[in-house]
Nanobody, 125 residues
């Protein structure tokens, strides 16, 4: 079992930055690929970024490439999402997710076994 708790969301002006954190409990964190997804009002939940078990591989959605950075600290059971150059279209609830083993592609939310409750990010223009 893995429990995930996100923090760090808030209101920021366009061009600003935020850093989201996701604290995980449970001994499987080190065996889990971690991902960030987001869901804007009226839209489907979409993939943002993912990071492999040891952090050696990172994946990003095209719309955040070059602006967002995913990282993890396995000693602290925490994954981060540094978001720079934020745009109004980045406004959404951001969810942290963990996958222990799945045949779905890492961008597919169906492959993730555990989810946090989400944290709101609002970017004003």
């Amino acid at each position: 079992q893995v429990q995930l708790v996100e923090s760090g969301g808030g209101l920021v002006q366009a061009g600003g930055s935020l850093r989201l954190s996701c604290a995980a409990s449970g001994r499987t964190f080190g065996a889990a690929t971690m991902g960030w997804f987001r869901q804007a009002p009226g839209k489907e939940r979409e993939f943002v970024a993912a990071i492999s078990l040891a952090g050696g591989s990172r994946y990003y959605a095209d719309c955040v490439m070059g602006r967002f950075t995913i990282s993890r600290d396995n000693a602290k059971n925490t994954v981060y999402l540094q978001m720079n150059s934020l745009k109004p279209e980045d406004t959404a609830v951001y969810y942290c997710a963990a996958r222990v083993g799945s045949s779905y592609y890492y961008t597919d939310l169906r492959g993730y076994d555990y989810w946090g409750q989400g944290t709101q990010v609002t970017v004003s223009s």
